[in-house]
């Protein structure tokens, strides 16, 4: 993964620096003006001076709008070249492209042991102690930390692989558990706007999520918050019909 450049996504936009001429070119260069026009009285050396003053002003003119014109130009150019949203999303969807060996190797337990049904994924930027946040252009709330929870289904257990990992670092965390189906008591989860303190900002940013809770007889439970996507919603559904499915049977 490219720490280096997913960091960029979350860098403020480059303003240029635009140097003020001031008053200076214009003022030589009225002078320079009525010195060459009183070259009468003054004679060559009054000519002179008054192109001299009049180069002068011209040149500090030019010198100025190129400066200007160079800051402009690598602005546009590291603005234009900042990570964008959609490159910040490939980057994390391609790092947990083989992620479900990892989560079966934590776990313990081969593919076979879990084949009643088809895992279940829910994935999604991370709202909890995170250093970075930005809205992107296409009004997303992207983080500096991501968040995937899978599900694995055998014939009498639910078996959960939790992982997040940090986009800008080489940093993650696993947590794993397994439950007997006749032990969950319910599955419940709810769209609402949550609000999350992000680095120093002094006011709490709102975003809707969906918060998962799977609760079991012994108190214990799985919760993930998820920023919310008709994929998400659907997964969740699916989810909550499968495992009431499977709670009945147990």
Partial sequence: MNYARNKLYFEQDKVPTIK?????PIV????GVILLFSAGSSGA?????GLVFIGIGVLLIVNTSKTNAKNKKEADTYNKNR???EELDKASLDYLA????????KLNIE???ANAADPIRFHGYHYENIEEYARGKDGRERTSKYNVVIFFFSKDQIYCYKFVFDLLRDWKEQK???????DIVSVDSETRTRKFQFGGNDKPIEINVEDFLLTTSGGTSISASIFVTEEIKDS??????????CVKIS
């Fill in 20 to 24: 003020s001429m001031g008053c200076a």
């Fill in 28 to 31: 030589l260069m009225i002078i």
């Fill in 45 to 49: 050396v009054g000519a002179l001076l």
């Fill in 83 to 85: 990570t964008k949203g």
């Fill in 98 to 105: 083989n992620l479900e060996p990892m989560a079966l190797d």
């Fill in 111 to 113: 593919r076979r042991d």
């Fill in 176 to 182: 794993v558990t397994e439950y007997f189906y006749k």
């Fill in 236 to 245: 969740l559904k699916g989810m909550k019909s499968l495992l009431r499915h």
